[in-house]
């Protein structure tokens, strides 16, 4: 059964950087024709996917985000990450990484909280 | 790249049964069957629900079920019971204009 868990600051700074790392367990990150995803979810609203990465390196961006997003992925320790930056009140939201398959979302993680204000 | 568009709310009785619909455009749902459904309950992480348009995964009740119609995708949940109470989400590929996903407005259903 895979899980993934989101770790990294609940708390970042207006014009700051947003770092978040998800820690996949229970099978490989390399293993398998999966991308690996970050979506967050506002209080009280909706879903809104942010980017992708397959374990070759490549990535796809939503447009909205894609000139302040950066994903990486390190298959060494099983895990991949979200940079967002140049921050607002507006980027405040639970973030999710999740493993996607085709066209689907199979597994997600928890999701945590992340709060931007000074 | 806007977000499908789904009724805020849908509501019914125990046992009764309800569509919840996700409109998008001949870019995202009416060119791709991969639309997918997720079922999130409050303070939780949602859960794919229906894939690839009609697909059920493994240990998703046969109560939900899948369909579309040019740029409608639509999500059936039949004999509708207490623990259906939460907001579903619509979900399609967007194409190869951005490779990534475009995520439905979110329908809160409520068991009357």
């Known amino acids: 059964q895979v899980q993934l868990q989101e770790s990294g600051p609940g708390l970042v700074k207006p014009s700051q950087t947003l770092s978040l790392t998800c820690t996949v367990s229970g099978g490989s990150i390399s293993s398998g024709s999966y991308y690996w995803s970050w979506i967050r979810q506002p209080a009280g609203k909706g879903l809104e996917w942010i980017g992708r990465i397959y374990t070759s390196g490549s990535t796809n961006y939503n447009p909205s985000l894609k000139s302040r997003v950066t994903i990486s992925v390190d298959t060494s320790k099983n895990q991949f990450s979200l940079k967002l930056s140049s921050v607002t009140a507006a980027d405040t939201a639970v973030y999710y990484c999740?493993?996607?398959?085709?066209?689907?979302?199979?597994?997600w993680g928890q999701g945590t909280l992340v709060t931007v204000s000074s | 790249q806007s977000a499908l568009t789904q009724p805020a709310s849908v509501s019914g009785s125990p046992g009764q049964s309800i569509t919840i619909s996700c409109t998008g455009t001949s870019s995202d749902v009416g060119s791709y069957n991969l639309v997918s459904w997720y079922q999130q309950h409050p303070g939780k992480a949602p859960k794919l629900m229906i894939y690839e348009g009609s697909k059920r995964p493994s240990g998703v009740s046969n109560r939900f079920s899948g369909s579309k119609s040019g740029n409608t995708a639509s999500l059936t949940i039949s004999g509708l019971q207490a623990e259906d109470e939460a907001d579903y989400y619509c979900?399609?590929?967007?194409?190869?204009?951005?490779?990534?996903?475009?995520f439905g407005t979110g329908t809160k259903v409520t068991v009357l």
């Open positions: 999740a493993r996607t398959r085709s066209s689907s979302i199979d597994y």
């Open positions: 979900c399609s590929y967007a194409g190869s204009s951005t490779f990534g996903y475009v």
